[in-house]
């Protein structure tokens, strides 16, 4: 059984709009002009096309790497 980041980079592996997730503390400024709740060691994950401004409102928090890519897959993609 494939794990949900394994499942979101299959779904994620022709669109121009690639999974990112950090954690909060690495993108402090970005979650608080979001508006969402600013938590340093939770994850924080959005879609975004490498090298163009296009991008996903930031989902988060999380609590792993794993929840926050289900969310995405949840968000953008389908089953």
């Given at each position: 059984?494939?794990?949900?980041?394994?499942?979101?980079?299959?779904?994620?592996?022709?669109?121009?709009?690639?999974?990112?997730?950090?954690?909060?503390?690495?993108?402090?400024?970005?979650?608080?002009?979001?508006?969402?709740?600013?938590?340093d060691d939770?994850?924080?994950?959005?879609?975004?096309?490498?090298?163009?401004?296009?991008?996903?409102?930031?989902?988060?928090?999380?609590?792993?790497?794993?929840?926050?890519?289900?969310?995405?897959?949840?968000?953008?993609?389908?089953?």
């Open positions: 059984m494939q794990t949900a980041i394994e499942r979101l980079k299959e779904a994620a592996k022709d669109s121009f709009m690639k999974p990112q997730s950090y954690m909060g503390a690495d993108i402090q400024e970005a979650i608080m002009e979001a508006g969402l709740d600013l938590e939770k994850v924080y994950a959005r879609l975004s096309a490498p090298g163009y401004l296009d991008c996903t409102d930031w989902s988060g928090p999380f609590d792993t790497t794993e929840e926050a890519a289900q969310a995405l897959l949840d968000l953008y993609f389908e089953d």
